[in-house]
């Protein structure tokens, strides 16, 4: 990817969106994504929660193959990789608590049984269910599934 850096045009923003933890260098991912990034440009990441309740068919690879090279990462993780590129963090938050994690369990476990659009078909219903999943997830202690951080790219003197 270096040798295309110089080709392309800086950002305002870059969403990353469950990226990170199919790389194995996490942080010279994110050294790539600083150097595409306008001074103050902004940085929207998500990635699974390191202590989520792992739910079906997941599992860890041992190479960059498109699967999981990791389980996933902590803020605190996330931001000392945001910091050693030269971010700040702007925000810290948690994404998919218990209602949306049990609903892609069912779905997953569907798939098998009635293939993929027939277990969207089915679990769709269910999705309406999500607006309480915030609250339900803090309620009962539920890990959520994901973590997201907005971060923002120092200004260089």
Not at 44 to 53: A, E, G, S, V
Not at 79 to 98: A, D, H, P, T
Not at 115 to 121: D, E, L, Q, R
């Amino acid at each position: 990817m270096e040798k295309f850096l110089y080709k392309l045009e800086k950002f305002d923003v870059i969403i990353m969106l469950e990226v990170i933890e199919h790389i194995k260098n996490d942080v010279k991912l994110i050294e790539n994504i600083s150097k595409l990034l306008k001074n103050n440009g902004v940085i929207l990441l998500t990635t699974p929660y390191k202590n989520y309740k792992h739910m079906l068919g997941d599992f860890i690879s041992e190479k960059e193959d498109g699967s999981h090279v990791r389980w996933g990462y902590t803020h605190k993780e996330i931001e000392r990789i945001f910091n050693k590129n030269g971010f700040i963090v702007l925000s810290k938050e948690y994404v998919s608590g218990f209602i949306s994690q049990q609903i892609s369990n069912f779905m997953r476990l569907l798939s098998v049984l009635v293939g993929v659009k027939g277990s969207w078909f089915i679990t769709f219903p269910l999705r309406t269910l999500q607006i309480f999943d915030d609250l339900f997830t803090k309620i009962i202690g539920y890990p959520y599934a994901c973590i997201g951080i907005v971060g923002a790219k120092k200004a260089s003197n």
